[in-house]
């Protein structure tokens, strides 16, 4: 069954939690805002290296344009090991976690507070782990939107590590590096001034320089594009994914290389146009509506408000050509699999259209679309 807006129209008011999840891999802190129910899932987040969950995501859902989604939604903050605000450092002899260990620490938090299921949000090093979490455990995601995502191996500090002298002090500045573009290093220096006393002050040093190689140290994510008419064994996410960049993001080219793979018919690529290396700093409100477009696809919040965000939309893979004024035509229609509620998903075509003012709901299943914003 899905879910109506008239499930929600109970005052939201938010209990928040924090809590230390002990797991086979280290204790991982989390921050759970308000108490799960059975019938919807909850919102997950995972922060990138060198942040947290209060500097990675605080603003973002403080901002206005969020309420709706948090009146709607119990959100779960997670911190990888060590991570969080005022962490003491890691053990001596504790050996941080792979990605992929990290990944498995989620099921142990879902457990841990009774959580049936979840829309993950997740930047870099956070997107790269929710990813290899919903590969391994589809039945626990239902939508995945992820910013800056990398599925390779390759690191930026293979080559950072050989330019920089003294691994201690060069973390901060890798880490910039890898959040900020070099026109967002050049020009915005209030941002990159804020965002480098985060790094230094609200993460312990030691602890941040244990994750930061651990996410240096990743493998493939080894997901392949299902091809027409090919296998259907293939490795893939089985949910809808959202992938999200801002156009002068020094990780744009990753993005554009895990779309290459992801299935066409489930993935969404966002371009955001005058966004940096933190689209939910860089452009909070775009990024909230993208959000609930997705949302809305996978069937909740039919009725949400929603304010008008104007695209200009390029195509790429299977999408039909001839882009210019085009819009969105959707239609909805509900799946039920085996042992699962019915869900209402998004089917989408590409129209020639010569107004292109009507702005639909963000598609849970695209064809390959690349949307700029």
Known sequence: ?????????????????????????????CSMIGIPKENRPVILTFHDIG??????????????????????????????PGQQECASTLPTGYTYPSMDQLSETL?????????????????????????????????LVEGLVLINVSAQAEGWMDWAAHKFSGWAHAVPDMVISHLFGKEEIHNNHD?????????????????LQQFVKSYNSRRHLDIERPSAGGTVNVKTLKCPALLVVGDSSPAVD?????????????????????????????????LAEAFKYFIQGLGYMSSAGMTRLSRSRTASGNSVSSMDASRLRTRTRTHTGEGQR?????????????????????????HSTEVSC
């Open 1 to 29: 069954m899905v879910l109506e807006d008239s499930e929600y129209d109970s005052v939201f008011e938010a209990e928040v939690t924090e809590d230390n999840v002990e797991t086979p891999f280290g204790t991982v802190h």
């Open 51 to 80: 942040l947290n969950h209060k500097t990675c995501f605080d603003g973002f859902f403080s901002h206005e344009d969020m309420q709706e989604i948090t009146r709607h939604f119990v959100v779960c903050h997670v911190n990888a």
């Open 107 to 139: 099921p142990i938090v879902l457990k841990h507070f009774n959580i049936k299921s979840v829309i993950g949000l997740a930047i870099g090093a956070g997107a790269y782990i929710l990813a290899r979490f919903a590969l391994n455990h589809p039945d």
């Open 191 to 207: 941002l990159i001034a804020t965002f480098r006393h985060h790094i230094t002050t609200s993460i312990n040093q030691t602890n």
């Open 254 to 286: 990753a993005v554009v290389d895990c779309n290459s793979k992801m299935n066409p018919t489930k993935t969404t690529f966002l371009k955001m146009a005058d966004c940096g290396g933190l689209p939910q700093v860089d452009q909070p409100a775009k």
């Open 342 to 366: 019915g869900r209402s998903h998004t089917d989408v075509s590409m129209e020639s259209a010569s107004n292109s003012s009507v702005e639909p709901a963000l598609p849970a299943t695209i």
